[in-house]
């Protein structure tokens, strides 16, 4: 995996793992499958970055959990909004982990941040865009501030926000 060879070199390796887009398939029959796969690589990881590329609907959109954080952070060209399966088995996961790490804590979903980024205009760039966001993640070692992993696109006169939820 060139990605994860590539973290390894900036010493990022301890600190970023990265989920498998064939294990994020998180339709209605396939949830539990996906819950299993994300509570057992956040368990044996213990990393505290994750970054995984999600495909939905023909698009691909970009998933951040920082599980010691409690924060799962949305990056989508298209400004699409997680859709509700993904999102349960996420909240279902790092609510279950927190649980674990912190048992005197009260269980509560995780904190959403969607980061606006510049539009895709065509019907085919969003891979692009997951791979220029993983890049600038790693190289910039972003673990917190996610608008900086839109930084670059300022010079086509991106706009960028968060949106909490």
Known sequence: MYIHEWSQIFSQGF?????EPQSLVCSKDRR???????????KESDREVYIGPYFHQEHWQLII????????????????????H????I?????KLKKTLSPETKAVAPKWIEVKSHVQTGCYECGYYIMHWIWN?????IK???SMVCINF????????????
């Open 15 to 19: 600190m970023y793992a990265f989920l």
């Open 91 to 95: 909240n279902s996961v790092m609510t």
């Open 86 to 89: 993904i999102k349960a088995t």
């Open 144 to 146: 917190s501030d996610w």
């Open 154 to 165: 300022n010079t086509i006169g991106t706009e960028f926000l968060y949106l909490q939820y």
């Open 65 to 84: 959990l920082c599980p010691r954080q409690h924060v799962v952070v949305w990056f989508c060209s298209l400004r699409r909004k997680p859709d509700m």
């Open 32 to 42: 539990s499958e996906c819950e299993q796969y994300l509570e057992r690589w956040l």
């Open 137 to 141: 993640i790693i190289a910039s070692d």
